[in-house]
C-alpha cells in the first residue's frame, strides 16, 4: 500500500526536534524492513547498539529477534518492518518519558498507516501498553496479556495485535526465550492462516 510516505516520515525523523533526545542521541533510529511487510515489530526504544548504527534491534536481543522472524515465521528482516516507539536512544537506556513518547508516537502511527501491515506484534511492556492503549485494547501487563491475538480495524482494514516480551528480557532470563518463541508460533499460525485465505481467493 506505500506510496512513498515511508521515505518521507523517515526524512522528518531523522530531522525531528520534538524532545530534548536529539541532544544527546548519536544516530537517529527510524526503522527499517519492507514498506509492504506484512509484519510490524514495535519495540520500545533503541538501545546503544541501535544508537551507534541508526538501526533497530542489531543487538544481541535483535539477533534473537532476527533468529525467531528466520526460523519460526520462514520469513527474513527485509521482508517484515521493524521500529520502536521512540526514534532516539534514552540515555543510559533509561525508560521512555511520557513526553517523550507523544513526541515521537505520531511518527509511528503515520509508519503503521504507511506501510499498512497484517500484524502488529509489540515487543515489551511500554510498546504493549502504548499501543494496546492507543487502539483502545485491554492491557493489564505483559505477563497477563501476552501471546494473544487481538483484532482491530485500522482504516476499514482487520489488523492483528499481539504482545510478547521484549527480546533482551530472554537474554537475562532464558526461560523467556520460550515463552517468546511460542508467542511466534501463534503469530506464525496467523500468517500462514491470511495467506492461505489469499491464496483460496486467487486460486
Do not use: W
Not at 171 to 181: D, G, S, V
Amino acid at each position: 500500500m506505500n506510496d512513498g510516505r515511508l521515505d518521507e516520515i523517515v526524512y522528518e525523523i531523522m530531522n525531528c526536534r520534538n524532545c530534548t533526545l536529539h541532544l544527546s542521541k548519536k544516530n537517529y533510529v527510524p526503522g527499517e524492513g519492507s514498506e509492504s511487510a506484512q509484519v510490524m515489530f514495535i519495540g520500545e526504544a533503541p538501545g546503544r547498539e541501535e544508537d551507534e548504527q541508526g538501526r533497530p534491534f542489531v543487538g544481541n536481543a535483535g539477533k534473537l529477534l532476527t533468529d525467531m522472524i528466520q526460523e519460526i515465521l520462514g520469513l527474513s528482516r527485509k521482508d517484515v518492518y521493524i521500529t520502536n516507539i521512540l526514534k532516539c536512544r534514552p540515555p543510559n537506556n533509561r525508560d521512555p518519558m511520557e513526553s517523550e513518547i507523544d513526541a515521537c508516537f505520531p511518527y509511528l502511527m503515520r509508519q503503521i498507516l504507511a506501510i499498512d501491515p497484517d500484524v502488529i506484534v509489540c515487543l515489551g511492556r511500554h510498546s504493549a501498553r502504548v499501543i494496546f492503549e492507543h487502539f483502545q485494547i485491554p492491557f493489564r501487563s505483559i505477563t497477563r496479556d501476552r501471546g494473544v491475538l487481538r483484532e482491530k480495524e485500522i482504516h476499514g482494514k482487520k489488523t492483528y495485535f499481539i504482545a510478547t516480551y521484549h527480546p533482551a528480557a530472554a537474554l537475562y532470563k532464558p526461560p523467556l526465550k520460550e515463552i517468546i518463541e511460542e508467542d511466534f508460533r501463534t503469530l506464525a499460525s496467523i500468517i500462514k492462516r491470511k495467506n492461505k485465505t489469499l491464496f483460496d481467493f486467487f486460486s
